[in-house]
């Protein structure tokens, strides 16, 4: 699906930064399981109507190493990196230093990425962004023509004193 | 194996090749002049890419674990923000100023003694809760944000099957023990989850009982929380029955194998409690004493959630069976989220 009109929004939504592809590839890859953050099927976020993911559908990695984990370890490396294997769509996120948010703050992010992916124009991610982005540009309008106005009225008062 | 001391444990973690003890430290340790220097960018100007980028290579110079993480962590906390990625990208180019620079090396520098991030910022972030973290006190894990995700959800299930016109709503649910509370983090955060909960917790180091109290005036949570400088091994059940029998015992007990301990990161060694983490010769002996506890502590039906190593969910299920007249089974194995059996659920069952 090509969303090629997208790119030039301002995008809503943190991007994640672009991975250096640090060590943590070479770390090993870990499964989610059940006990992860759920996705409603189907499910709405923050009143948008997106396409829900199944745990199923999820890769998650995380940068724990191959250590026995738990208390035996003291890593901060809370990044999460996590793939919609049917779209290929990955999404990486160290936006807190804990793993419980980063895990729920990507799977809000990837539900947003795989809605536009499969649905275009039609996503309501797409719409929202789009009306975000006409709102500023009307803001924008109004800001100018209220300083031409007042130019306006500067030069007037200037020919009326000569 | 001879039983090693932790303070021997602690003397040994700092004989290691990578331990630089001050005067090493001092000696590779930059002037700012040169980090002003190595920025390619405009003389004079430091941002914070050019900050986390010369410590990096610092801490890698001096085989400091994590160098970027530490890095990254280090300057977004200076910077007043949790991690590298939150920060936008035009603070990113913004100079810095010679007193966040001075910040950021006076905690480099601690960094470069191995210092666990955490205690070099003195807090650090468990599900949606910031806590103050102080050394020797236990430094929550991710692995452990799970096992408040069980709790929370078994209470759900539980308020589900028990609400109706008989159940008193108004009553405090759940009650909730746990042992060994550290710095506050499961206590709070399932203070702040389950809004009618109620927490007794108890841990035997006076700095943990501290820190928890701490945190959880910080939190404004301390009106429904009772902190206890008690050890399980020693009291008696009486003292922690002050609101009843409770409805949940969470614990993430001491649990390494002792022989294990030895082979820990210096970061650990150096700064953190060792009581906290060394369960003993199979790392069960405080896993043991809280499930020899819990039968005169729960409610019938209650349960008893422990974070445990992954060799311990068939030895715990074997020692209950052992131990029937306990009344308590192991229900459910719950892996972390790097895919290891790291969360036991066990029932007391009625008689």
């Known amino acids: ?162 | 194996m001879r039983c090693l001391t932790h303070t021997l444990l602690r003397r040994l973690s700092c004989l290691s090749p990578q331990c630089v003890p001050g005067r090493w430290s001092q000696i590779l340790s930059p002037k700012q002049s040169s980090l002003r220097q190595s920025c390619s960018t405009r003389p004079g100007v430091v941002t914070a890419t050019d900050v986390v980028n010369y410590w990096q290579k610092v801490f890698e110079t001096n085989g400091i674990p994590e160098a970027q993480e530490s890095s990254e962590y280090i300057v977004s906390f200076v910077l007043g923000a949790k991690t590298f990625q939150s920060l936008s990208s035009k603070s990113l180019r913004t100079p810095l100023t010679a007193a966040q620079q001075e910040q950021i090396q006076q905690l480099s520098n601690k960094r470069l003694e191995r210092m666990p991030v955490q205690y070099v910022l003195g807090e650090w972030d468990f599900r949606d809760l910031t806590l103050k973290m102080r050394p020797p006190v236990f430094i929550p894990r991710p692995e452990t944000e799970d096992l408040v995700s069980l709790v929370v959800e078994e209470e759900s299930l539980m308020h589900k099957k028990n609400s109706g016109p008989c159940f008193p709503v108004s009553a405090p649910h759940p009650v909730i023990l746990e042992i060994g509370c550290g710095s506050g983090a499961i206590a709070l955060s399932l203070l702040h989850k389950l809004p009618q909960s109620r927490v007794i917790a108890m841990d035997k180091e006076e700095a943990a009982v501290d820190l928890t109290r701490e945190n959880a005036h910080r939190l404004q949570l301390q009106e429904r929380i009772h902190v206890l400088h008690q050890d399980v091994s020693y009291g008696s059940a009486k003292q922690l029955l002050l609101w009843g029998p409770v409805d949940f015992i969470v614990s993430n007990p001491p649990y390494v194998f002792h022989e294990d301990m030895a082979s820990l990161d210096a970061e650990i060694l150096r700064y953190e409690d060792l009581d906290a983490l060394d369960g003993g010769d199979d790392g069960m002996r405080v896993i043991k004493t809280i499930l020899a506890l819990a039968p005169s502590l729960l409610k019938d039906s209650g349960s008893v959630f422990l974070e445990v190593d992954p060799r311990h969910p068939d030895m715990v299920k074997d020692w209950l069976q052992a131990h029937p007249n306990l009344l308590l089974v192991l229900c459910a194995v719950h892996k972390d989220f790097c895919g290891k059996p790291r969360f036991l659920h066990i029932q007391k069952q009625s008689r």
């Not at chain 1, 559908?57 to 901060?76: I, Y």
């Not at chain 1, 990486?92 to 947003?112: D, F, M, P, W, Y």
């Not at chain 1, 996503?123 to 962004?129: H, N, P, Q």
Request: net charge positive.
């Open chain 1, 1 to 162: 699906m090509n969303v090629p009109g997208l790119f030039h929004f301002a995008s809503l939504l943190r991007e994640v930064r672009a991975p250096g592809w640090r060590p943590w590839i070479l770390g090993q890859k870990h499964f989610s399981l059940p006990r992860a953050p759920l996705l409603q099927a189907g499910g709405k976020k923050n009143s948008l109507n997106l396409l829900g993911l199944t745990e199923a559908e999820l890769e998650e990695q995380f940068v724990r190493g191959d250590g026995p984990g738990g208390q035996a370890t003291n890593k901060t490396s809370n990044c999460v990196v996590l793939k919609h294997v049917p779209s290929g769509i990955v999404v990486k996120c160290h936006q807190t230093r804990s793993v419980e948010k980063n895990r729920k703050i990507a799977r809000g992010i990837l539900q947003e990425k795989v809605d536009l992916f499969y649905k275009g124009e039609e996503s309501d991610v797409f719409k929202e962004r789009r009306a975000l982005e006409k709102k500023k540009q009307e803001k924008k309008r109004r800001a100018r023509e209220h300083l031409e106005r007042k130019k306006l009225f500067k030069e007037m008062q200037q020919l009326d004193k000569k």
